[in-house]
């Protein structure tokens, strides 16, 4: 059991709305999603998930709506919202800023 | 519209709480199910797939906690948290909750009391229309004066009344007596106020020749008119004259005074010199202009008494009218009353205090039996910042509680202050419990809380250095101990400067009883005899109808002796004449002296047993034909003829050309007021009845018995009726009665601040009992180890007094320097006792110390009997 461990601070929002971008997805899906894209390397514990999703949804940057689910048991599906577009936008272009920034320090030092 | 949106889910989240739980559990569980059903697919046994499930969610609690923060209303949920966890320890520790209630809901009950007071007294704009504009027009006391600038004025509108006065009112059988007030005609417009209904007085109705109008006082309407509106028209028959009503005042109005029962138009007359000219009755005020500045009304009203001063009929001072200017109205109503408030504000404000300081002293006593709680908490994650907004939001919940209680508990406490206020307290009648007083409760509530709340939250925060599973009562705190001392210091300080106050004013109020009246008080009655004007026409008239009253007074068993005044003592009723005094010539220039004069009959100085010093008394054979006579006061004579005989001395009314000579000295005696007479009084004089200035339209009557006064006093009335038929009898009270009321100021701020102090007084003792006995607690196994290295008790018990004592010690030492600093303020309010009177401050300091030894008895014996090995297994 790890926290989101080389998940730089705020990054794990920066790739939920990444991954919500393509299409609405249930917590868990985002989870399989998470561990799927990146090969296993972000081992986040999949309870920290959900303070950062009920965050985004508290932002307006994505919205849950119950449904049911192939079982027939109600699940909650988030989706991305305008707002969350928007902001999707402005956290890949400081990431860029941000990496390109380390990168730069890592290769001249 | 952000915030809109997240109001809403934070508005969700506090309203439909169970359900945002219920849909977090539902999600997590979800998610728990989905990875257990995943997991089997890759093989996995469930039993085995919900374990990994489970566990790689993490610490479920923990994130059911990081998800509510995600929700943003963490804050309000740990606040609820805190609240029930408050309420549900005030229902266990009651006897804390109890006493920390009591002390609050007391305290701040008192306050808002008296802020009520204060409040309506000397912070509320005054019930008219821009109160601001109203100035009070400072001596301008002569009609002459005030009819003239109110003619002349460009700058101000000039009002003015005579105050109050009773008139003898026709009732069915026989006349009774009403208090009313002359007014100017625009009296009302100027202050701002109409009628309720019917009509102000036209605008020459205090011009000679006017038909006569008067306008009713609400309460009087209603009482005696039972709120009829076919008043309007009737009439109402005062001394004889007939008026038309005209109108009703609204509820609430009590200008000049609330006794006020009508209003009628005074009369301006120029014709009339002696009223017009001649008598200082007046009191004037104006409403400034739109845009006109106060400065610039004094200039003009200045302006003009050079001018007033040429139009007197007689020569008057050159330095007459030198002293006229304008003052806020708002200053002259409360004037007496300002110093009087604010100190009733300052008792009840070192109550709150002490009050407070009291509530912290008892939470951090409880706090200290909470050590092991709050230990617990730090150890399974607590902050300390949340240990300290836990004690907080407990002693705020207190407070609000106990400001509960103290909001029903002050108006309760109001009653009883304005029935110790004193009957003139201006705009008594307005005092009430609204909602600025409501807003003011609750602030000064949750100020007290945040405040008692304050140190055992800091305290609460340091608990950071313990250690877990050490339950604390071994250590011994260094900055508990401190902290406790400074709030005995503290609280003790508090009550010696309101120990002090108190002990000052009761020493004056005592003062002033002690001080010989120079008159006989027992057995003494007094009354006004009130005949109605053809009745009492002339002085010849007035005279005779007094005499066949004594008579028959004389008659009645029991009475030894009648005599007259032209008014009673202790009225504070202004009866003073502008005299010259023949070997004591003045420059035109300079004022003429003014001597309190009374009218007197033969029998006055044997009915009141004032001595006569020097010279002869009046006989009945100083009629009016015959040599004017006087008599003066020692002081008088002393003043004017020091190491002479005054007898044979002569002195005149200005106005008038005959001397009156001097033939005897009476000691001095408390006629005008308690303190003696105004200041601006230069001496006093009595004149014979027969010899009066002028004819008094009432008398006062004074009458010393040799039973129980009681029957005489109901018979009176009857007995006046037998002689005259047509006279009313009014004020009829025995001498102690006027004393007790010419006093009734003095004596209820005596004794509501010296009831403050008593409670103060309690408060501290409660506190020193508080730390005292916590100290002791917290000390036992120290104690014991004294105890079992054979330390005395009595050494044991000197070891937990004489700290105590210290703090105590301290306090009394910093209240004595503030209370030294402070007593200035309260000088006025003195009589017969410097403001430094070593009486009331040593008194203070020996009454806190005995009330600290008792205090602390209790905790000493306890320490004394602690069986040291027993506090030194269990401890």
């Not at chain 2, 300052?346 to 709050?374: K, P, Y």
């Not at chain 2, 044979?648 to 009476?666: A, C, F, I, Q």
Request: with cysteine; proline share 5%.
């Amino acid at each position: 059991m790890s926290k989101p461990q080389a998940l730089v601070q705020g990054t794990l929002s920066l790739l939920i709305l990444k991954i919500l971008e393509m299409e609405p997805r249930t917590g868990w899906a985002i989870s399989q999603r998470l561990r799927q894209m990146s090969n296993d390397t972000l081992q986040a514990s999949h309870g920290s998930l959900y303070p950062a999703l009920h965050h985004l949804e508290h932002e307006g940057w994505i919205r849950g709506k119950w449904q049911a689910s192939d079982g027939g048991r109600p699940a909650k599906i988030y989706t991305l919202t305008r707002a969350g577009r928007r902001q999707l936008a402005l956290e890949r272009v400081q990431w860029e800023k941000l990496s390109t920034a380390i990168n730069g320090i890592l290769e001249s030092a | 519209m952000r915030w809109t949106r997240q109001l809403f889910f934070k508005a969700r989240a506090i309203l439909w709480r169970s359900r945002v739980e219920r849909e977090m559990e539902i999600e997590l569980a979800a998610h728990i199910e989905a990875e257990v059903t995943d997991l089997m697919r890759r093989g996995m046994d469930q039993a085995e797939a919900r374990r990994v499930a489970v566990h790689t969610m993490g610490h479920m609690g923990l994130l059911r906690e990081e998800c509510r923060d995600a929700r943003g209303t963490a804050g309000w949920e740990r606040l609820k948290q805190d609240v029930v966890f408050g309420l549900r320890l005030f229902l266990k520790s009651r006897a804390f909750t109890v006493a920390a209630l009591a002390t609050l809901a007391i305290a701040i009950g008192s306050t808002t009391a008296v802020f009520t007071v204060v409040d309506r007294v000397l912070l509320r704009p005054l019930p008219y229309s821009a109160p601001d504009r109203l100035y009070y027009a400072v001596d301008v006391s002569v009609r002459g004066h005030f009819d003239t600038l109110r003619s002349n004025s460009k700058l101000a509108d000039y009002a003015a009344d005579l105050g109050i006065r009773t008139f003898s009112m026709r009732g069915r059988d026989w006349p009774e007596r009403i208090a009313g007030s002359e007014t100017s005609a625009n009296f009302f417009r100027v202050l701002g106020i109409a009628p309720l209904f019917g009509r102000d007085f036209a605008g020459n109705a205090d011009r000679p020749g006017a038909k006569r109008t008067a306008i009713l006082s609400y309460a009087f309407w209603t009482e005696r008119y039972g709120a009829e509106h076919g008043v309007l028209g009737r009439q109402l028959i005062l001394d004889d004259l007939p008026y038309e009503i005209i109108g009703v005042m609204p509820p609430g109005f009590a200008n000049p005074s609330p006794e006020a029962s009508f209003w009628i138009p005074m009369r301006l007359d120029p014709r009339v010199a002696g009223e017009y000219w001649g008598v200082n009755a007046c009191s004037t005020f104006a409403r400034l202009r739109d845009g006109i500045t106060p400065l610039a009304a004094v200039s003009e009203l200045r302006g003009w008494t050079p001018r007033v001063h040429m139009m007197f009929p007689w020569r008057m001072p050159d330095a007459w009218g030198a002293d006229a200017g304008l003052k806020p109205m708002r200053e002259h109503v409360v004037e007496g009353t300002r110093v009087r408030s604010l100190l009733m504000m300052g008792a009840v404000a070192l109550v709150l205090l002490i009050a407070v300081v009291n509530v912290a002293n008892l939470m951090i006593a409880q706090a200290a039996s909470r050590r092991a709680e709050f230990t617990l908490r730090m150890s399974l994650g607590a902050t300390p910042g949340r240990l300290a907004r836990q004690v907080l939001t407990e002693s705020v919940l207190l407070a609000i509680a106990g400001g509960m209680l103290g909001a029903l508990l002050g108006v309760g406490q109001l009653d009883l202050l304005k029935h110790w206020l004193p009957t003139g307290t201006p705009r008594f009648a307005e005092i009430s419990i609204d909602r600025t007083i409501m807003v003011f409760a609750a602030a000064v509530s949750m100020g007290s809380g945040l405040l008692c709340g304050l140190l055992p939250a800091l305290r609460a925060r340091s608990q950071q250095s313990m250690v877990p599973g050490n339950d604390g009562r071994h250590s011994l705190n260094r900055m508990g101990i401190q902290a406790d001392a400074t709030l005995v210091t503290c609280e003790t300080a508090l009550a010696t400067v309101l120990l002090v106050g108190a002990g000052l004013l009761l020493h004056s109020f005592w003062s002033m009883m002690h001080v010989p009246m120079g008159y006989r008080v027992d057995s003494v009655v007094t009354a006004e005899l009130n005949p109605e004007r053809t009745t009492a026409a002339s002085l010849d008239k007035t005279i005779a109808l007094y005499n066949a009253v004594r008579e028959r007074l004389l008659s009645y068993p029991g009475v030894l002796n009648v005599a007259a005044m032209s008014q009673l003592p202790l009225s504070s009723h202004a009866a003073a004449a502008t005299f010259a005094i023949e070997d004591h010539p003045r420059p035109p220039e300079a004022p003429q002296f003014v001597l309190w004069t009374t009218a007197v009959t033969p029998e006055h100085l044997s009915t009141l047993g004032i001595s006569l010093l020097q010279g002869r008394g009046f006989t009945e054979a100083d009629q009016k034909n015959l040599e004017p006579v006087v008599q003066v006061s020692r002081s008088t004579a002393r003043k004017f003829w020091p190491g002479a005989n005054p007898v044979g001395r002569r002195l005149r009314l200005v106005w008038e050309s005959t001397w009156r000579t001097v033939v005897g000295v009476v000691d001095d005696v408390k006629t005008y007021s308690m303190t003696g007479p105004p200041e601006w009084v230069d001496g006093e004089v009595y004149i014979p009845l027969a010899q009066a200035i002028a004819s008094p339209q009432n008398l006062a009557l004074v009458a010393r018995m040799g039973n129980d006064p009681s029957a005489f006093e109901r018979a009176l009335p009857a007995i006046v009726r037998q002689v005259c038929a047509t006279c009313a009898v009014s004020r009829i009270a025995p001498m102690a009665t006027a004393i007790s009321e010419a006093v009734a100021a003095p004596r209820s701020l005596a004794w509501l601040v010296g009831g403050f102090a008593l409670l103060a007084v309690m408060l501290a003792a409660a506190g020193v009992y508080g730390v005292v006995s916590h100290g002791v607690l917290r000390r036992t196994r120290e104690i014991g180890i004294r105890l079992a290295l054979g330390s005395s008790p009595g050494r044991v018990a000197w070891l937990v007094m004489s700290s105590s004592l210290r703090q105590v010690a301290m306090g009394i030492a910093i209240g004595i320097a503030s209370a030294w600093v402070l007593v200035r303020w309260m000088e006025s309010l003195l009589y017969g006792v410097a403001s430094h009177d070593a009486v009331s401050f040593s008194l203070p300091p020996a009454v806190l110390i005995v009330v600290a030894l008792l205090a602390s008895l209790l905790p000493m014996i306890r320490a004394a009997r602690i069986d040291p090995a027993r506090s030194l297994r269990e401890g």
